[in-house]
């Protein structure tokens, strides 16, 4: 089955830090771009971070230079180092895969939940 | 940046037909993408490159984009598919979103 598990949420002070892990299974995670998503309590979707299978990234305005997106595909695994956390960063934060050839976000996890406030 | 704007909510008599807009400049240019969330779900792609379903999603679901405006359209609208509906796009390296749209089948 194929399958991507978010870790790592909680409540972090202003200017804290928390790393935000997610698991894959079931796929060649190597194989696929992936994608951070978050989702503000009552907000919509924004889209945080990008990653190809070689390590290519791209970040929104809003978290560039603050966090970090990551891959270790020998351990199947995405990576996002958060840093100078803001309380508008609180959310749930989302991985989703995306193939090469269509670019959709066609599996998603089921969501970590991240706190920033003092 | 790029924007794309989607009607707050949209309403729908069971059976009939509904449909959902997100706009964007020259969005017709650009393959867009369409998600359900149901409360207290992660969100769920329905709709990519514009028009085509992915397996396990409905026949009643379908897709255009054209112009500046890409459409969701659901036929036969069912007490099920009453959620949240994202439209997305990217642009040059960066992923965008609309707004939401939450549809309410009464």
């Known amino acids: 089955e194929v399958e991507l598990v978010e870790s790592g949420g909680g409540l972090a002070q202003p200017g804290g830090s928390l790393r935000l892990s997610c698991a894959a299974s079931g796929f060649t995670f190597s194989s696929y771009e992936m994608n951070w998503v978050r989702q503000a309590p009552g907000k919509g979707l924004e889209w945080v971070a990008y990653i190809s299978g070689g390590g290519n990234v791209y970040y929104s305005d809003s978290v560039k230079g603050r966090f970090t997106i990551s891959r270790d595909n020998a351990k199947n695994s995405l990576y996002l180092q958060m840093n100078s956390l803001r309380v508008e960063d609180t959310a749930v934060y989302y991985c989703?895969?995306?193939?090469?050839?269509?670019?959709?976000?066609?599996?998603w996890g089921q969501g970590t939940m991240v706190t920033v406030s003092s | 940046s790029y924007e794309l704007t989607q009607p707050p909510s949209v309403s729908v008599s069971p059976g009939q037909t509904a449909s959902i807009t997100c706009s964007g400049d020259?969005?017709?240019?650009?393959?867009c993408y369409w998600y359900q969330q149901r409360p207290g779900q992660s969100p769920v792609l329905v709709i990519y490159?514009?028009?085509k379903r992915p397996s396990g999603i409905p026949e009643r679901f379908s897709g255009s984009n054209s112009g500046n405006t890409a459409t969701l359209t659901i036929s036969g609208t069912q007490a099920m598919d009453e959620a949240d509906y994202y439209c997305?796009?990217?642009?040059?390296?960066?992923?965008?979103f609309g707004g939401g749209t939450k549809l309410t089948v009464l």
């Open positions: 020259k969005l017709g240019d650009k393959y």
């Open positions: 989703a895969r995306a193939p090469y050839i269509t670019r959709a976000f066609d599996i």
């Open positions: 490159q514009d028009s």
């Open positions: 997305q796009a990217w642009d040059s390296s960066t992923v965008v």
